[in-house]
């Protein structure tokens, strides 16, 4: 029944799955957790698509309250939330619940990387079985032992081979998808502050933070200052004769982040600028070097924590994505 109100939603009879809507939604408790989130997801998706965000939001925040923390919908309906919320005009709380999608497909991808990593320790166990089988054997029949070994240890050469040139495919499409991911994420951040930057113009209250902040990317663009190693909320405030306190709030407001997140976002931001360009093959060292860090593990460190993918792989990952496009 919940199929048949989708399709006649689909079709724009409204009227007609309206009402099975309703009589689906009577059937709920008798039919469990499961049918009362297929149900909300569904029906929330019908009132999305009338532009009902608000209610659309109810449904799928109900949804998310009934499902439990590995539900295989959970990704959908966080991306469904920020969705309903963009289109409610809430960018903020879009931004927020996408930022939960991305969270939860990094989970994902880690749990799908470790289930990976496991099937290959029990095929490579299977393996050194088998070959300790294999040895036995050969010891009863010492006239093959010489041509059994060879068998046996290019045959295990092969499957692990195998095993790993297929690990490495999976891993190199879940990095690619990440990059989309991130490429995606970063769009959605852009947006966020140029629309805190258009609220600020209608308030003139706002407008000495707003200011401020138009003066900081300046200075951000311009001088490229966060490539500073000693880069400081005291020295920057002093660079924009301004105090400590003043510009982190302005951050705040205006980037949604914390001084050391958006020193970091700036930096993140240039390198994968130049790992973007197909005709910059700059060393991973020297560009550390050059954005501020004082040393590569911790560049490693901030890029996987901001992309989740390491600098190489985003480099690889978002040229293939370019030539695709």
């Not at 309903?84 to 990094?106: F, I």
Request: glycine fraction near 2%; charged fraction near 30%.
């Amino acid at each position: 029944m919940l199929n048949s109100a989708q399709a006649l939603s689909a079709m724009d009879r409204i009227s007609e799955a309206e009402v099975l809507f309703e009589e689906v939604k009577t059937m709920i408790p008798q039919n469990g957790v499961d049918m009362e989130v297929k149900y909300r997801m569904t029906y929330g998706k019908h009132l999305l698509a009338r532009n009902r965000s608000l209610q659309a939001i109810m449904e799928f925040e109900s949804a998310l309250k009934s499902m439990g923390d590995t539900h295989e919908d959970k990704a959908l309906v966080y991306l469904l939330l920020s969705d309903a919320y963009s289109k409610a005009g809430e960018d903020k709380r879009s931004l927020e619940y996408y930022k939960h999608y991305h969270s939860y497909c990094d989970s994902l991808a880690v749990h799908e990387k470790e289930l990976q990593l496991n099937k290959m320790i029990r095929d490579m166990e299977r393996i050194k079985y088998d070959k300790e089988i294999a040895e036995r054997e050969l010891e009863v029949v010492k006239a093959d032992r010489n041509t059994l070994i060879s068998v046996g240890a290019a045959l295990a050469c092969c499957v692990v081979a195998a095993v790993f040139w297929i690990m490495l495919r999976k891993t190199n499409h879940l990095y690619r998808t990440l990059v989309e991911q991130h490429q995606q994420y970063m769009q959605k951040q852009t947006r966020l502050v140029e629309r805190s930057m258009d609220l600020a113009e209608t308030d003139p209250e706002n407008a000495k933070d707003k200011a401020l902040f138009e003066r900081l990317e300046r200075m951000m663009k311009e001088e490229k200052s966060y490539r500073m190693k000693d880069i400081s909320l005291n020295k920057l405030a002093e660079m924009l004769s301004s105090n400590r306190a003043y510009v982190s709030k302005v951050i705040n407001r205006f980037a949604d982040q914390t001084f050391s997140s958006y020193i970091n976002s700036k930096r993140i931001n240039e390198a994968i600028a130049v790992l973007s360009d197909p005709y910059d093959d700059t060393p991973l060292k020297m560009l550390s070097d050059e954005l501020g860090y004082n040393t590569l593990s911790t560049f490693y460190r901030a890029f996987v924590k901001e992309t989740g993918v390491p600098p190489s792989k985003y480099r690889s990952g978002l040229r293939h994505l370019r030539k695709e496009e």
